[in-house]
């Protein structure tokens, strides 16, 4: 998945995280669950910000 894509999902998710925390409250299994999911995309975002920035170092 391309890095703009990753970025625009984990906007949505994060809609999605904010609609679950006022519907159940921030402590329910659904909103942490959503939470580590988006926490997991953005380790993956940032995985490929470095590795971008590290090719264009490396030319």
């Known amino acids: 998945?391309?890095?703009?894509?990753?970025?625009?999902?984990?906007?949505?998710?994060?809609?999605?995280?904010?609609?679950?925390?006022?519907?159940?409250?921030?402590?329910?299994?659904?909103?942490?669950?959503k939470s580590e999911e988006i926490d997991i995309m953005v380790s993956e975002y940032n995985r490929q910000r470095m590795q971008l920035g590290q090719k264009k170092n490396s030319i």
């Open 1 to 33: 998945m391309e890095l703009k894509e990753l970025g625009y999902l984990i906007e949505q998710e994060r809609c999605i995280l904010n609609m679950l925390a006022q519907r159940y409250g921030v402590l329910d299994q659904r909103t942490l669950a």
